[in-house]
C-alpha cells in the first residue's frame, strides 16, 4: 500500500512539475475544465429537449475548453466567459436533487408537489430570462443591463484557438 501511495505521489509530483503549476494552479485548471465540460454537457441535454433555448451555448463553453487547454493562464478569463452556463449547470442540479429527494424521501404529496415545482421553476426561470446562457456585457459603464449580441460563433471561437499565431 505504501508502495502504491509513493508511486502516485511521484507520478503526480512530475506531472505537475511537466505542467508546470502547483497543486493549487493544477487543481484550479483542472477543475475549470471539469465544470465547463459538465455545463456544456448539460446545455446540450436541454437544447436537445428544447432546441430554442441554449443554441450555442455548448459549442461555446467547449471552445472555451479548447482555449484554457491551449492557454492555460487564461482559465480565470475563460470561467468569467462560461459563469451564465456553469450557474445554469449547478441550479438545475441542485433543482434535481430536490426534487428527487423530495419525492424519494417520502415527503407527502402537499409539501413535495409545490416545492418541486418551486425547485423546477428556477432553471426554467433562468433559460426564459437568458435562453442561450450568454455572458452579460457592459453597456455604458453599467454591467448586467444588456447582452452580448455581437458574438463570434463558435466555429470561429474553435478555429482561432486551433490556428497558430501569426
Known amino acids: 500500500m505504501a508502495l502504491v501511495r509513493s508511486d502516485l505521489v511521484s507520478s503526480s509530483r512530475e506531472h505537475l512539475a511537466t505542467a508546470g503549476e502547483t497543486y493549487w494552479q493544477h487543481m484550479r485548471f483542472a477543475g475549470a475544465v471539469a465544470s465547463l465540460s459538465v455545463a456544456a454537457g448539460m446545455v446540450c441535454l436541454v437544447h436537445a ?22 492557454d492555460r493562464a487564461s482559465v480565470g478569463e475563460a470561467a468569467v466567459e462560461a459563469a451564465e452556463a456553469v450557474a445554469f449547470a449547478l441550479l438545475f442540479g441542485m433543482s434535481s436533487a430536490a426534487i428527487i429527494l423530495l419525492w424519494t424521501l417520502g415527503a407527502p404529496a402537499l409539501v413535495a408537489l409545490p416545492l418541486g415545482i418551486m425547485a423546477a421553476a428556477m432553471p426554467v426561470v433562468m433559460l426564459i430570462t437568458n435562453p442561450d446562457l450568454e455572458p452579460e456585457a457592459e453597456a455604458g459603464g453599467v454591467q448586467g443591463t444588456a447582452r452580448a449580441s455581437a458574438r463570434p460563433s463558435s466555429r470561429a471561437s474553435i478555429e482561432a484557438v486551433t490556428e497558430p499565431a501569426t
Open 49 to 70: 429537449l428544447v432546441p430554442g433555448v441554449c443554441r450555442n451555448t455548448a459549442s461555446r463553453t467547449i471552445g472555451l475548453v479548447c482555449r484554457i487547454m491551449a
